[in-house]
């Protein structure tokens, strides 16, 4: 347990800035390892990213089954996720699924912005200061605030002057945004105007998409998610990931008769050798099953996992007509969805 020279005044152990997927997580954490912790969080309630991003079409663009945490078997076989890639209002109910199943909010402290954190050197402690003048101090703080959680809201000329309505992805209202009938322009061509674009246009009179940089965007394959995928996921899976380390290991260790051939002599550098190659074609052979069976379960797995490569980049950003002739897609044509 943290010791500080403030005569053990201190008000937690630790303070968490954030009760954001990771601030939740590591609330639960330090509990079950016996530390009083508070989380501060600006907003009114947990989720973090799928607490301020709430603007149409938002969602996640790695699997829900992998995007949910994992150190809880019960909380994984328990929560069903609807799609593939889930929306935002279930990436939020899931958060909030989470903090309730595990009696987090307790120590979650809503509503409340932490403006400053000095060290005290002669207390050896952390002084936390909050936006209501509030000051907290604790041995340990850890910043879960996130990579982008601050929203970048660019200093156009006579943005003040502007008189329609504005809006920002990553700040979005909590009620919904009706643009029917409305002229938008829409900033931007990154991962949240690919996902909101689509929808915006449909309702929108008209809409304007203003691009600096295109991105690469590849097709998402979303759709319901598969119960033989979830079964996959839930058992198999954990198989073949364990099986994957196992060889990864069993690969790693054979190799120090190989690199150290004076000390182990030729036996056993012979038998490094055998072990290496067995332990390699195990590895290999485990992850084309992994995959097979994923594509099996849940069609447009293999899709997915090979469009964005490195290689389709490559091809797509310096090679077009390659790129053309592979796909079928042109890449001048724009963005890809
Ligand atoms: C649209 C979108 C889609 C994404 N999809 C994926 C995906 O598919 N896969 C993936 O891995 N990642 C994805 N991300 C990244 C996503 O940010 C992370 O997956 C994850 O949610 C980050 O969690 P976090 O807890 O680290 O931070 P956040 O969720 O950002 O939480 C940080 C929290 O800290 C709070 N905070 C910040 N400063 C202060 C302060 N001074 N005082 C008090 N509280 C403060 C914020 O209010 C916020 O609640 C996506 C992000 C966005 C925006």
Redesign the pocket.
């Known amino acids: 347990m943290a010791q500080a020279s403030r005569n053990g005044a201190l008000d937690f152990d630790v303070v968490i800035?954030?009760?954001?997927?990771?601030?939740m997580y590591m609330l639960y954490r330090l509990r079950g390892l016996g530390f009083r912790a508070r989380v501060?969080?600006?907003?009114s309630g947990v989720g973090?990213?799928?607490?301020?991003?709430r603007y149409p079409g938002?969602r996640?663009?790695?699997e829900s089954m992998e995007?949910s945490y994992q150190f809880s078997d019960e909380l994984q076989q328990e929560w069903e996720w609807s799609e593939r890639y889930a929306a935002q209002p279930e990436l939020l109910r899931y958060a909030n699924h989470v903090a309730d199943r595990f009696d987090l909010r307790r120590d979650i402290q809503f509503d409340?912005?932490?403006t400053t954190a000095a060290f005290d050197e002669a207390d050896g402690c952390w002084v936390i200061e909050t936006r209501d003048g509030a000051r907290t101090h604790a041995a340990f703080i850890i910043m879960?605030?996130?990579?982008?959680?601050s929203p970048n809201t660019p200093t156009f000329k006579g943005l003040e002057t502007f008189k329609g309505e504005r809006y920002h992805t990553?700040h979005w209202p909590h009620g919904p945004v009706d643009f029917t009938g409305k002229r938008v322009a829409i900033i931007g061509t990154g991962?949240?105007a690919v996902q909101s674009i689509p929808i915006i246009a449909a309702q929108a009179k008209h809409l304007t998409v203003f691009q600096r940089t295109a991105n690469f965007s590849v097709p998402a394959h979303n759709g319901p998610i598969e119960p033989d995928y979830v079964d996959f996921f839930n058992g198999g899976q954990k198989l073949y990931f364990w099986a994957i380390v196992a060889s990864a290991g069993l690969f790693l260790l054979s190799g120090v008769p190989l690199w150290f051939p004076r000390t182990f002599g030729r036996t056993l550098t012979a038998v490094g050798h055998v072990a290496h190659d067995v332990a390699a074609i195990v590895m290999l052979v485990g992850f084309i099953v992994h995959i097979y069976e994923a594509t099996a379960a849940q069609p447009g797995t293999f899709q997915s996992m090979t469009r964005g490569t490195v290689a389709t980049r490559w091809a797509w950003t310096h090679h077009p007509a390659w790129y053309k002739r592979a796909t079928g897609r042109d890449p001048r044509d724009g963005i890809k969805n």
């Open positions: 800035v954030g009760a954001g997927f990771a601030g501060l969080e600006a907003g973090g990213t799928w607490y301020w991003n938002a996640c663009d790695v995007y409340t912005r932490v879960a605030t996130g990579c982008l959680s990553g991962s949240s």
